[in-house]
């Protein structure tokens, strides 16, 4: 794709949270939560993000955002680098830039309205008031499957799907262009996760939205994304096309990974081999020298531990970080 189709640039992206020493603690540690990550989103894709709990995934879309100051590394926007940017710099991209956050109920306010919760950002942004802005929650709230009566009521009285709803709805009010969507599926039911998923990918293809999903719900992530990243302990290890991913994956961490997502016809799972990973995962305060992979990878070799691998395109849009598959590994 051409670079004026790019509308976020990470590159060598690094996010550490220094701890403080304390009873237990003598000495100040470091977690490398995000440890050198880079990828590009393109204007109307949706990035899948995926990788166990723990892997940096979620601090990697608050760096973005700016909730989080980057430790190093470069972010991108639209041409323009927002990495130091103030927080009078960032308040005019906040229209741009919005969030969906993981936990439905813990995101919203219990004290407001749903109408009051949907209007905050109208109000911030002076974009609407009095009868305009009351016709815009309306419609904001029809976008998203609501009634307009719902916004007399306060989010204890939804379920959590209509919750993840609301949230939509609050980061849609600002007309965004590119949403971060932190795992808004993991709080659902199955059943109401293919909802909240129709209808992200329909407000998509009607407003032209990109989105960058964080998930573990490979199955999910799959039927949503263009492109999936895998993360290990903070580096990403893989990124790929989501058919190329789940139909040739190359690192053995995402090999592993789609191993494990059910399989409903019974047949086919007793023939489906599990790919076990041994130990636990390294600490990311301490994390192993080399490729961080390679203390729970049956295929590790000795120069697995010398030096960290590099992403490497191996095949047309299939990176990962590997010297296994760099050296053409089939096994």
Partial sequence: MNREEILVEVSHLKKYFASRPGFFRKRQTVVKAVDDVSFQIHRGETLGLVGESGCGKTTVGRT????YPATAGKIVYAGLDITNFTEKQMFPLRKKI???FQDPYASLNARMTVGDIIGEPLDIHGIAAGRQRKEMIMELLNKVGLSP???SRYPHEFSGGQRQRIGIAR????EPEFIICDEPLSALDVSIQAQVVNLLEDLQSKLGLTYLFIAHDLSMVKHISNR???MYLGKL???ASSNDLYQNPLHPYTRALLSAIPVPDPDTADQ???IILEGDVPSPINPPEGCR???RCRHARTGCGESTPEMKEVEPGHFVACYLAHDGYSG
């Fill in 272 to 274: 489906k081999q599990r």
């Fill in 293 to 295: 992979f390679r203390t």
């Fill in 149 to 151: 009566e719902h916004a």
């Fill in 228 to 230: 999936i990243g895998v």
């Fill in 98 to 100: 919005q969030m969906i």
């Fill in 237 to 239: 290890v893989e990124l």
């Fill in 171 to 174: 980061a849609m009010a600002v």
């Fill in 64 to 67: 973005i955002i700016r909730l």
